[in-house]
Nanobody, 125 residues
Framework: QVQLVESGGGLVQAGGSLRLSCAASGRTFSTAAMAWFRQAPGKEREFVTAIRWSGGRTYYADSVKGRFTVSRDNVKNTVDLQMNSLKPEDTAVYYC??????????????????WGQGTQVTVSS
């Protein structure tokens, strides 16, 4: 088992920035592929970004490419999401997720076995 706890959400104006962090505990973090998803009210949970266990490769949804950056620290057991140039449509609850079943960079929700409780991001226009 691995426990995931997100932090860093909040309210920001359009064009602003936020940095989310996900802290992991329990099972060996350095071998987990990690991802961020988000869910807006009334919508399905959607993929945002994924990062391989080594941190060497990343994958982004088209909607956030060029604005968001994912990174991980396998010593601190954290994965961060730097969000720049935020838009009102980025408003959602953001979740980090972990899987040991794939090598990473998977955008499918069903491939992730462990989820955090989520952190709210609200972008005002």
């Amino acid at each position: 088992q691995v426990q995931l706890v997100e932090s860093g959400g909040g309210l920001v104006q359009a064009g602003g920035s936020l940095r989310l962090s996900c802290a992991a505990s329990g099972r060996t973090f350095s071998t987990a592929a990690m991802a961020w998803f988000r869910q807006a009210p009334g919508k399905e949970r959607e993929f945002v970004t994924a990062i391989r266990w080594s941190g060497g490769r990343t994958y982004y949804a088209d909607s956030v490419k060029g604005r968001f950056t994912v990174s991980r620290d396998n010593v601190k057991n954290t994965v961060d999401l730097q969000m720049n140039s935020l838009k009102p449509e980025d408003t959602a609850v953001y979740y980090c997720a972990a899987t040991y079943r794939t090598s990473g960079l998977d955008s499918r929700r069903e491939e992730y076995d462990f989820w955090g409780q989520g952190t709210q991001v609200t972008v005002s226009s």
